[in-house]
């Protein structure tokens, strides 16, 4: 569970981080290596970690979280034809795989 664990936030907070210096400096990580090879790992970590612990209830809640964010930074990167709705659209890109997981949980 713990080598689950570290190799989530590792892998998620990685891939934040490098999400992050490419957005400020365009090409600076992909000239060398795709961003979203981080956010595999992350995935798979985030499920054998919440498989691990179904006791931890904030384990369960690391995978919609991820594709949350997943979605969101897609939503927003792509969504200049959404215009004035983009913060919007970007929000329910955020809040739509939680909803789902949630009735799916139930």
């Known amino acids: 569970m713990n080598l689950a664990r570290l ?3 590792v892998s998620f907070f990685s891939y934040l981080f490098f999400l ?16 979203h090879l ?6 798979i970590f985030g499920i054998l970690w919440a498989r691990k612990s179904p006791s ?3 384990s369960s809640f690391l995978f919609p ?7 969101s930074v897609f939503t927003w990167r792509e969504g200049r034809a959404f215009e004035d709705y983009r913060v919007l659209m970007t929000l329910v ?3 739509l795989p939680m909803l789902v ?3 799916v949980q139930k």
């Open 93 to 95: 890109a955020f809040f």
């Open 65 to 71: 979280l991820s594709i949350s964010i997943l979605f």
């Open 38 to 43: 981080f956010l595999i790992p992350a995935i």
């Open 101 to 103: 997981w949630r009735q």
């Open 56 to 58: 931890y209830p904030f």
């Open 7 to 9: 190799g989530y936030c």
């Open 20 to 35: 992050m210096l490419e957005y400020l400096r365009p090409g600076f990580v992909s000239n060398y290596l795709s961003v």
